[in-house]
């Protein structure tokens, strides 16, 4: 069984607006949504107050894109993930269909 420290970590996140995104994503874990054709974070939250935790690197912890390559039963099985400007201000730019 995986823990939350073997999930894909966020290597990049472009979301500056995220109030997550401090020089990286600092949330512990992300969702990335299933919201039309966006593969958005669903993490994402706009605000100027400092969220997450400074010493934590964001990792995904579910994703609701069931027919990504990457997923498996939910959960992605990519080495990492980048979020950034798509169809939403924060969507998974790993995210390809199967």
């Not at 994402?44 to 107050?49: D, G, I, L, P, R």
């Amino acid at each position: 069984m995986k823990t939350l420290l073997q999930s894909p970590p966020v290597r990049e996140c472009a979301a500056t607006a995220c109030s997550f995104n401090d020089g990286g994503c600092h949330a512990p874990a992300i969702t990335v949504a299933s919201a039309g054709d966006a593969a958005s974070c669903a993490t994402f939250v706009e605000s100027t107050v400092s969220g997450g935790v400074a010493e934590v690197t964001g990792a995904v912890g579910a994703c609701a894109r069931s027919e990504c390559t990457f997923n498996t039963n939910l959960a992605c099985t990519a080495e990492s993930i980048t979020v950034g400007p798509g169809a939403t201000a924060s969507d998974c730019l790993t995210y390809r269909p199967a």
